[in-house]
């Protein structure tokens, strides 16, 4: 079963819309949250990380918002760019140090 | 900086066949994990590799193995091919501790099982 659990599927935005990706968890032992970008015939690439003890943390125009009380984190995409469509997956690291990955979101941002 | 080379990039197997796949992980990095990644399922985690021990495992069966060679490359095999074992494999290097780092993947080696 999925660990963490990532919505939407999928989701179309235009050129300068903000993309907005949700993820939950249960296991409250995660302590690692990052979110990896995927093109198309390529491997997995990290874009962003978060720590629990952090609420927010920006990096250009990807930011990650974390709520631990609610054991949730989202990934907003701000100025979406047509180059930023790819398929985005939210992850956590447990207490074994393994790496569950949510579903993944495909982004398509249209000019 | 070389990044993660996977090989073969493409193969076709048909049930009941055994394949071995290749990862050669960044230079420097003693780290190696295997994912499988399928339309369905996502990315589901194998095995996570360190120093030639295997550090982790995930909920696949017995016929998913790895092994890690003193070099830190690794390889993974899956013997007894069903038709559902079709899927990327990637592999996924990162330095020491993996869990303060990030995964570095490869661009995966993609299996068919006819």
């Known amino acids: 079963q999925q660990q963490v659990k990532q919505s939407p599927q999928s989701l179309i935005v235009q050129k300068g819309g903000i993309s907005i990706i949700n993820c939950a968890y249960e296991?409250?032992?995660?302590?690692?949250f990052p979110w990896y970008q995927q093109f198309p015939g390529k491997g997995p690439a990290l874009l962003i990380a978060?720590?629990?003890?952090?609420s927010e943390k920006k990096e250009g125009r990807f930011t990650i918002s974390f709520n631990k009380s609610a054991k949730q984190f989202s990934l907003h995409i701000m100025d979406s760019q047509p180059g930023d469509s790819a398929t985005y997956f939210c992850?956590?690291?447990?207490?074994?140090?393994?790496?569950?990955f949510g579903a993944g979101t495909q982004v398509v941002v249209t000019p | 900086k070389a990044g993660v080379t996977q090989t073969p990039r493409y193969l076709i197997k048909t049930r009941g066949q055994q394949v071995t796949l290749s990862c050669s992980p960044i230079?420097?990095?003693?780290?190696v994990s295997w994912y499988q990644q399928t339309p369905g399922q996502g990315l589901q985690f194998l095995f996570e590799?360190?120093?030639?021990?295997?550090?982790n495992k995930g909920n696949f069966p017995g016929r998913f193995s790895g092994r890690q060679f003193s070099n830190s490359r690794s390889e993974m095999n899956v013997s007894t091919l069903e038709l559902g074992d079709s899927a990327l494999y990637l592999c996924?290097?990162?330095?020491?501790?993996?869990?303060?780092?990030?995964?570095?993947f490869g661009e995966g080696s993609r299996l068919t099982v006819l």
């Open positions: 996924a290097s990162s330095l020491q501790d993996r869990r303060t780092g990030e995964l570095f």
């Open positions: 296991n409250t032992a995660f302590d690692y």
């Open positions: 978060i720590r629990p003890d952090v």
């Open positions: 992850a956590a690291t447990d207490s074994w140090g393994k790496l569950q």
């Open positions: 230079s420097g990095h003693r780290s």
């Open positions: 590799y360190f120093s030639e021990t295997q550090r």
